[in-house]
């Protein structure tokens, strides 16, 4: 059963398509992920999906509600955390909670108990009295994303809820919306890092210059790549461009990206190739720093699909 259904979703500002032609479904009880590089487009889509703009043409249907024609209706049913902190930083994180619980049309008892469950949630209970401009970005982070949890959503979206954290927050946030998906909550969640998509994805969408370029599960957009290696080089030295079609006469090399000061290659055969490209660097005197080969992850196949990394 479809929770969510996307049908021709765009957004045009100033004659440029910022979201073309976008379609997806997302399955109750999955988490379902928007994966692309700052600038994709994926902001926008969840802004329209969330009823914050209006599509320039197309619709989605959340809960049986439209966006376009039913905003209201499709609000009660979502829970939205923004990639920026909307928290005031003078108030205490159970302030904050009350404040936007209170927006929410919680009052009374069931305010304060549904306050105490999600700060229980996000494991910040001793700290809820706590002046949020005290708190590390970590902290903000997942009191936003508490602040999504007050309505008791039946889909949660989450816009880049990782950005600028430590690696401890990260993985305490990562874990927390496992927990919550494992407890029913269907989550769209929105990411440049190809890693956070691997670990709590079950489809993912990869999105690029506005669209969606591919769709499926991780093990089938993999199988766009084929059985490749990923064989990434990183080098002291910068690496001339038109060194690139010194290695494409490489037999096994299929696609090849440079960036600086690193080299990365899809191949059939990573390990047998690799001596032959260290011959032509020390060739051309470029030191290595490091070497790394790499089943196919999805950054592969979003270097497969655009020629270029994910991170762009």
């Known amino acids: ?182 407890n029913g909550l269907t989550i769209l969640y929105t990411s440049h890092y190809m890693e956070e998509v691997e670990f709590l994805c079950n489809r993912v969408a990869i999105m690029d210059a506005g669209k969606i370029i591919a769709l499926g599960t991780k093990n089938e957009l993999r199988l766009l790549v084929g059985e490749r290696d990923s064989l990434k080089i990183a080098t002291i030295d910068t690496v001339p461009e038109d060194f690139k079609e010194i290695i494409k006469k490489v037999p096994g090399v299929s696609e090849i990206q440079i960036m600086d000061k690193s080299i990365e290659i899809l191949t059939l055969h990573g390990r047998e190739i690799l001596t032959k490209i260290l011959e032509l660097l020390a060739d051309k005197n470029i030191k290595v720093k490091s070497i790394e080969v790499k089943e196919p992850n999805l950054e592969s196949v979003f270097l497969h699909l655009t020629g270029k990394e994910l991170r762009d």
Not at 123 to 151: C, F
């Open 1 to 182: 059963m479809n929770i969510v259904e996307v049908r021709g979703l765009t957004k045009i500002y100033d004659g440029r398509k910022v979201v073309d032609d976008v379609c997806f479904e997302i399955k109750k009880g999955e988490i379902f992920g928007l994966l692309g590089p700052n600038g994709a487009g994926k902001t926008t889509t969840v802004s329209m999906l969330s009823c914050l703009i209006y599509p320039t043409s197309g619709d989605a249907v959340i809960e049986g509600k439209s966006i376009v024609k039913e905003s209201m209706e499709v609000k009660k049913r979502i829970g939205v955390v923004p990639q920026e902190i909307a928290l005031y930083p003078t108030l205490s994180a159970k302030e904050n909670l009350i404040f936007w619980g209170e927006m929410y049309g919680l009052a009374g008892k069931k305010l304060n108990e549904k306050v105490d469950e999600v700060l229980q949630i996000v494991g910040l209970t001793e700290r809820s009295k706590d002046a949020i401009k005290k708190y590390s970005g970590g902290m903000k982070r997942r009191i936003n994303i508490a602040v999504g949890l007050l309505p008791s959503p039946e889909l949660l979206m989450l816009d880049e809820p990782t950005v600028g954290v430590d690696p401890q927050s990260r993985t305490n946030i990562l874990e927390t919306l496992k927990e919550l998906n494992k």
